[in-house]
């Protein structure tokens, strides 16, 4: 997300950079690749936007688009369950097997 607010190419290279050594041990990254280009060809079509010292271009709103991924992870820490004995969805038998496969 903040690729966005990156003003040089230099400071792309280094982003990158450490994007992808914190991307590197990540297996759903193929999977996020797949679903990406969607929302990213709606982002195109916003026009430029920001402060007169930071304008963001069209092709910057592509990465800005992390927002939306901060957000359903906030809401994920608030709507999934911690524990299988804390679902509602799980019958309460359901909810034994999971706790005991979770202790084998």
């Known amino acids: 997300m903040c690729t966005t607010f990156i003003l040089s190419y230099e400071g792309l290279i280094a982003c990158r950079f450490f994007l992808g050594q914190y991307e590197g041990g990540m297996v759903h990254k193929s999977l996020a690749g797949t679903f990406g280009g969607l929302p990213a060809a709606g982002l195109t079509k916003i ?11 069209t092709w910057r709103n592509i990465f800005f688009e992390g927002r939306f991924t901060l ?15 804390t679902c509602k969805f799980l019958t309460p038998r359901d909810q034994s097997i999971a706790l005991e496969r979770i202790n084998r």
């Open 71 to 85: 957000i359903l992870a906030g809401l994920g820490t608030i709507v999934l369950p911690s524990a299988p004995n």
């Open 47 to 57: 026009l430029d936007w920001g402060t007169s010292n930071c304008r963001i271009r």
